[in-house]
T-cell receptor, first 110, second 110 residues
Framework: KNEVEQSPQNLTAQEGEFITINCSYS?????LHWLQQHPGGGIVSLFM???GKKKHGRLIATINIQEKHSSLHITASHPRDSAVYIC????????????FGKGTLLTVNP | NAGVTQTPKFRVLKTGQSMTLLCAQD?????MYWYRQDPGMGLRLIHY???????AKGEVPDGYNVSRLKKQNFLLGLESAAPSQTSVYFC?????????FGPGTRLLVL
């Protein structure tokens, strides 16, 4: 079973700061996912990646397959970025099951 | 397209009562999943389905049953609710790696 660890568990930042959230996993994967969950809200997929780097607006996700590690960066953070960010991995196979990290609670203060 | 919908949004049960949570998707996805989310635990897979008429156990299946009689619907049943089943339940569907989540059902068992 893949173990997914996220750090930090909680993160508080000032508006405009550069944010990094880390994710590591224990076993080879077919894809890594970054998800966002606003307080009391649903879960939205931000990125799915299996190599390299992806960028969407102020969000950047990177993955290092050899080191079994991924990072999610937020540039010029804003209070609306406050949410729980969840890392999940899929290990292949025919059922596409995901294993989730416990999430990182990000609070961005104005 | 409505995407993935869940009913009800919120429910209070007494210990021993039964109920069914409904998940519906209009994206013609083969794969559907039921998760529970508890504080400090991350999302955990209860049951999943890889196609109409099929179901399989996930990580925490005890106390739950599921059915997938129609491709678009995935039902989660609690036969005799227990306080330990107080949680937020999320349904998701996918064609392959990327999962699309419903808005969640908040269940309180007294």
């Amino acid at each position: 079973k893949n173990e997914v660890e996220q750090s930090p568990q909680n993160l508080t930042a000032q508006e405009g700061e550069f944010i990094t959230i880390n994710c590591s996993y224990s076993v080879g994967i077919s894809a890594l996912h970054w998800l966002q969950q606003h307080p009391g809200g649903g879960i939205v997929s931000l990125f799915m990646l299996s190599s390299g780097k992806k960028k969407h607006g102020r969000l950047i996700a990177t993955i290092n397959i050899q080191e079994k590690h991924s990072s999610l960066h937020i540039t010029a953070s804003h209070p609306r970025d406050s949410a729980v960010y969840i890392c999940a991995v899929s290990s292949g196979g025919s059922n596409y099951k995901l294993t989730f990290g416990k999430g990182t609670l990000l609070t961005v203060n104005p | 397209n409505a995407g993935v919908t869940q009913t009800p949004k919120f429910r209070v049960l007494k210990t021993g009562q039964s109920m069914t949570l409904l998940c519906a998707q209009d994206m013609n996805h083969e794969y559907m999943y039921w998760y529970r989310q508890d504080p400090g635990m991350g999302l955990r897979l209860i049951h999943y389905s890889v196609g109409e008429g099929t179901t399989a156990k996930g990580e925490v299946p005890d106390g739950y049953n599921v059915s997938r009689l129609k491709k678009q619907n995935f039902l989660l049943g609690l036969e005799s609710a227990a306080p330990s089943q107080t949680s937020v339940y999320f349904c998701a569907s996918s064609l392959a790696e990327a999962q699309y989540f419903g808005p969640g059902t908040r269940l309180l068992v007294l």
